[in-house]
């Protein structure tokens, strides 16, 4: 008798046991997913804050480049033809519809690839070898 006991209360201790590690399993899960969501929220920030501004610089140069040529149109006419002129004021009002907040909704990537196009095409039709050395090679911004 005493050894059945000993047997039962042995299979007690080994399911106290298991039923303790899956606890301690859990609770674990729990942590590392709390630790996770706060981590990944903080490196999501800092990821967000890093390649918008690295978007608001690529179109500021490119903004910046405009806007001394349409000057340059303004100030010396015969220097710049009207139909490059044309091409600065549509490169120009590309960059004024690029958002300067955060929104959902906006396909900023197609609009940057857009305003690259339209500065090669104007830096061509002006004969210039203007170009933003930071640009990425490919089409995949991220």
Request: proline share 2%; with cysteine; glycine share 8%.
């Amino acid at each position: 008798m005493a050894n059945i006991e000993y047997e039962i209360s042995k299979e007690l201790d080994l399911d106290a046991l298991v039923h303790l590690e899956n606890m301690f399993v859990e609770f674990g899960r729990e942590d590392g997913m709390a630790a996770g969501e706060r981590n990944g929220a903080i490196e999501g920030r800092v990821m967000g804050c890093e390649k918008g501004f690295e978007l608001s610089r690529e179109v500021g140069y490119y903004a910046g480049c405009a806007q001394i040529w349409k000057v340059l149109a303004q100030q010396d006419p015969e220097r710049i033809s009207e139909k490059s002129l044309k091409k600065i004021n549509s490169l120009l009002d590309l960059i004024d519809s690029f958002p300067r907040q955060n929104q959902l909704d906006d396909d900023v990537i197609a609009l940057l690839d857009r305003i690259r196009g339209k500065f090669k095409t104007v830096a061509s039709a002006l004969q210039t070898a203007e170009r933003y050395v930071d640009a990425p090679k490919s089409k995949m911004f991220y």
